[in-house]
């Protein structure tokens, strides 16, 4: 079992900066892949951005150049960093942490609560 809990979303103004953070704890497997989705309303689920235990990075290109994702020392947080903020980048932003170990726990795959990111005009 996986427990996340984000932090950081808030209200800023366009071409602002937020720094999401998400905890994990529980079960972590030290091979895992962290990211972060958002969703607006009447929109999918989209990623934004995954990162792995080795560090190998992947971003959604509305976000690249302006969103940075990153892990702490002990692979439990991990990070987003949002600069340029726009007004389309308001959503329901959530962690979510993956591993996969066939044979005894399986996939895995577990959601954070959602913390709320709203850019204004």
């Known amino acids: 079992q996986v427990q996340l809990v984000e932090s950081g979303g808030g209200l800023v103004q366009a071409g602002g900066s937020l720094r999401l953070s998400c905890a994990a704890s529980?079960?972590?497997?030290?091979?895992?892949?962290m990211a972060w989705y958002r969703q607006a309303p009447g929109k999918q689920r989209d990623l934004v951005a995954q990162i792995t235990s080795g560090g190998s990075t992947n971003y959604a290109d509305s976000v690249k150049g302006r969103f940075t994702i990153s892990r702490d020392n002990a692979k439990n947080t991990v990070y987003l960093q949002m600069n340029s903020l726009k007004p389309e980048d308001t959503a329901v932003y959530y962690c979510?942490?993956?591993?996969?170990?066939?044979?005894?726990?399986?996939?895995?795959?577990?959601w954070g609560q959602g913390t709320q990111v709203t850019v204004s005009s």
């Open positions: 529980g079960t972590i497997f030290s091979i895992n892949v």
């Open positions: 979510n942490y993956a591993d996969d170990h066939i044979g005894t726990y399986h996939y895995r795959d577990y």
